[in-house]
């Protein structure tokens, strides 16, 4: 049986839920459903600006329906959601998206019959106006931090790898220099050599100054990204706090990382 909401309590390692005024994500005390069935349960978070902030748990923890939820695409029933210091109640995601967010879908979703030049100034639409040389500019900008795409810009992207496109949807929300970028299981379906390049790519945005909400499955790797993390099971928060503190804590590990206690040996 699954325990009522009230029943749920939220373990602190080292948390900082400090309301700031220049906080990118907020969501209050959500309650979001899909039909008649709940997925998130009182559900609160925060981003920082220049944060980098993993949401993680298994399947069905409800974890995508977070970032869903920051973008606009499920309304909780109760709750709210400030994105970029504005409500978004009521607001489609393409509005949402116009604030100044980049999202980078679970499951990649290039335009595969595009080439990578054309994927890359789809990402810059809603900067068309600018001069070509500055969008020119911009391209070899984002091929040098995703440096698999040098070489590729006239190659359709429905033919590059899944590691490869996962870098192309990575640039292509990049191009549009949002202020929030927004990433749904960046490891999902990649061999190791492809998780530690996407990896690296996340840090080198990190290190631009990106402010960035991540879902991911894959708990050691966005553990070692992160400045802070939330643990979902069955749409509750459960753990939450600074992400070195949780990737440092056994129990945290073992309960809800999915971590194998070590065998003893004689």
């Given at each position: 049986m699954t325990p009522a909401a009230e029943d749920w309590t939220i373990t602190d390692i080292e948390a900082d839920e400090t309301p700031r005024a220049d906080d990118v994500v907020?969501?209050?005390?959500?309650?979001?459903?899909y039909g008649p069935v709940q997925a998130l349960f009182k559900v609160s978070l925060r981003v920082g600006k220049g944060e980098t902030v993993a949401v993680l748990g298994g399947n069905a923890s409800?974890?995508?329906?977070?970032?869903?939820?920051?973008?606009?695409?499920?309304?909780?029933?109760?709750g709210a959601v400030r994105v970029l210091g504005r409500p978004i109640?009521?607001?489609r995601p393409y509005q949402v998206i116009g604030l100044g967010v980049g999202s980078i879908p679970e499951g990649r979703r290039v335009f595969a019959e595009m080439s990578v030049r054309e994927n890359l100034l789809m990402g810059a639409f809603v900067r068309r106006k600018e001069a070509?040389?500055?969008?020119a500019a911009e391209i070899d900008a984002a091929t040098r931090l995703f440096p698999v795409l040098q070489?590729?810009?006239?190659?359709?992207?429905?033919?590059?790898?899944?590691?490869e496109q996962q870098m192309l949807a990575m640039a292509r929300a990049w191009m549009r220099k949002p202020e929030l970028l927004c990433i749904d299981e960046p490891s999902m379906g990649l061999s190791p050599l492809y998780v530690d390049r996407v990896y690296d790519a996340i840090a080198a945005l990190k290190a631009k100054g990106a402010t960035i909400l991540m879902v991911e499955q894959s708990a050691n790797r966005a553990l070692e990204i992160a400045d802070r993390a939330y643990v979902l099971r069955a749409g509750h928060i459960v753990v939450r706090g600074r992400a070195a503190a949780l990737a440092g804590d056994p129990a945290i590990r073992r309960a809800y990382l999915g971590e194998r206690p070590t065998p003893k040996t004689d």
């Open positions: 907020v969501i209050e005390a959500a309650d979001t459903f409800g974890k995508s329906t977070v970032i869903k939820t920051a973008l606009g695409m499920v309304q909780p029933k109760r109640g009521g607001l070509a040389a500055t969008l070489g590729r810009m006239g190659q359709l992207a429905g033919t590059l790898s899944g590691g």
